[in-house]
T-cell receptor
Framework: DAMVIQNPRYQVTQFGKPVTLSCSQT?????MYWYQQKSSQAPKLLFHYYDKDFNNEADTPDNFQSRRPNTSFCFLDIRSPGLGDAAMYLC????????????FGPGTRLTVT | AQTVTQSQPEMSVQEAETVTLSCTYD???????LFWYKQPPSRQMILVIR??????QNATENRFSVNFQKAAKSFSLKISDSQLGDTAMYFC??????????????FGGGTRLMVKP
């Protein structure tokens, strides 16, 4: 009965080697978010899509990009991962402007070697 | 910009007892929403309880209740009859009133709660 699905759950990549994390949802929500959560820290919003409209947080590094080809899927691309990008990456969704709850996926833990 | 502060990095409580987690926030907004999210070890984050700032009545969800003090900008979470399954990281979060650009959460630093048998 999964609602927000993230694949893979664990990803290992090499320093500088591009990596893509994926998120899919069965909720048909308008908004999809990507958060970065480093160990024992609060999630930090990287960007979000409201439908097809992309909204980047001001302090999100250019190294991070995102794609949303359709309502169900959203991808996080890290062009040249550095050691500091090792973290848990959380995807979340919400219906939109009227309902405020965000539904989180289980996260993808990224290791950079 | 909004800030959310959780002053207790770690707390512990005995099973069946009551514990209160603190949260304060700073904002110039008048319409907003406050949340407590729970993140169990190696599991996904789930919503515990939410409060609309325009409501004076404190929100309650079974064993979880909040003490919302708007003037003091305080939003504490009380867990009654603590259970082992309540062991988790708890995040307090703030959201401005909805906009067409989506609803951004600002999280506090989290409180790690351990329930002891």
């Amino acid at each position: 009965d999964a609602m927000v699905i993230q694949n893979p759950r664990y990803q290992v990549t090499q320093f500088g080697k591009p990596v893509t994390l994926s998120c899919s949802q069965t909720l048909n929500h308008n908004v999809m978010y990507w958060y970065q959560q480093k160990s024992s820290q609060a999630p930090k919003l990287l960007f979000h899509y409201y439908d097809k409209d992309f909204n980047n947080e001001a302090d999100t590094p250019d190294n991070f990009q995102s794609r949303r080809p359709n309502t169900s899927f959203c991808f996080l691309d890290i062009r040249s991962p550095g050691l500091g990008d090792a973290a848990m990456y959380l995807c979340a969704t919400s219906p939109g402007a009227i309902t405020y709850e965000q539904y989180f996926g289980p996260g993808t833990r990224l290791t950079v070697t | 910009a909004q800030t959310v502060t959780q002053s207790q990095p770690e707390m512990s409580v005995q099973e069946a007892e009551t514990v209160t987690l603190s949260c304060t926030y700073d904002t110039s907004e008048n319409n907003y929403y406050l949340f407590w999210y729970k993140q169990p070890p190696s599991r996904q984050m789930i919503l515990v309880i939410r409060q609309e700032a325009y409501k004076q009545q404190n929100a309650t969800e079974n064993r979880f209740s909040v003490n919302f003090q708007k003037a003091a900008k305080s939003f504490s979470l009380k867990i009654s009859d603590s259970q082992l399954g309540d062991t988790a990281m708890y995040f307090c979060a703030f959201m401005k009133h909805a906009s067409n650009a989506g609803n951004m959460l600002t999280f506090g630093g989290g409180t790690r709660l351990m329930v002891k048998p």
